[in-house]
């Protein structure tokens, strides 16, 4: 008996699929229609009532404009610690905004230290507030960078700044007479800089030979008498410790000092407030250059020391040695925020120093160049007494012996001169230190 056989029916595209491109000649290819995605209209700073350019204002809460008094409050709704974080994903990455969200920012391109800042369209700044080059170029903001999702605005009005800087720069007697004077007063920008949190949970498992203190009793056969003496008896030993790492800061920046942004932190991220360009009006920002992978690994390795002081810290004894820890990572999450600081860079006698104060809190923090002849000439009186009790003393000594006490006297005041000479160094050293 022959089988008739149905003919199937004809193939049809499903439902939200479309073709694309295919590698294959011949062979076509579906995949499902990508949703299109609203974008927000770019905001303009325009003052509704006189056109002027307009201003966030510290005092004011919002923005301004300086010509009719026009104010309006920025609608930025408060967080906090609160604020979304985001998962590790690459879904997470390419959903993520991008560029500013208005059209009112060019970029400052500084030709000598290659930093990027988004400025005003009115800005006319000819100078890099990061190495005080007046090789700098205006161009139009790139858009292809994630948007910061929330910042903490500018709490501390810019008039306040030269009276912190004075006092700070008045500070420490090794530094040039002149400092107070240099324009550095007057020249400090409100920037947000980028920066990304990072919290975690590690589960950290330690492994080590540890070592415990006895005291025992033993015959010396020298002086023939019992005596007491410390052991220490070894054994391996492991223990695991949970940290939970909360809003762990990294800068986004390569061209700020970190160490002079860690002198002006901390910063309450308790003030962290959703995103809205009206906080950029009339300010400027810095776009990140260390992107979030380069970032994260920073963050790990720095996360992965705290986990191994929380392992010594579970050890019961502080004898350790053959330390080994592996450290898992879990529950990562991260966030691309904004940070107020004041910068300003000057240059001194050809040198170039950055000053840092915190837009949040106000706290400073900085290098000062340093007056080296008063350091050497400080170093030299230190040192003198001991040397000039010693090379009195050798002659006395050497005559018969009355100079001993002198001597020992020379040598307890040139190492406690020395001391004092080592410390007074390093802290000129740190002074101008980046």
Known sequence: MNQVSTPLPPWEVPPNYQAVDSQVP????YAPVQAKTEVEAPVTFKCPQCGAATRYDVAAG???CEHCGFQTQANGQQVGRQAEKLEFTLETVAKAEQGWGTTDRMELHCDSCGATLAVDNKALSITCPF???NRVNL???????????????FKIPVENNRRVAKEWLSKGWFHPDTLGQTSVLDRFLGIYLPFWTFTCHIQADWKAEVGYERTERYYDSSSKEWKSRTVIDW????????????????????????????????FDLGDLVAYLPDYLAGWQAHAYDIPLTQAWEEGKSQMREKARDACYADISSSHVRNFTMVADFADESWRYVLLPVYLASYKFEDKVYQVMINGQTGTIAGQKPVAWWKVWSAIAAMLAPGVLGGLISLPLLLAGGVGAITLVISFIVLGIGAAFAISLYRKAVDSEAA
């Open 26 to 29: 011949g062979i076509t290819v």
């Open 235 to 266: 054994r391996w030993e492991n223990g695991r410790v949970n940290v939970q790492l909360d809003d762990w800061l990294i800068s986004g920046s390569s061209h700020i000092s970190k160490k002079i942004l860690g002198r002006i932190q901390p």
């Open 62 to 64: 919002g923005v301004a």
């Open 139 to 153: 161009r139009q903001a790139a858009e292809d960078q994630l948007r910061p999702r929330f910042l903490i605005p």
């Open 131 to 133: 190495c005080a080059s």
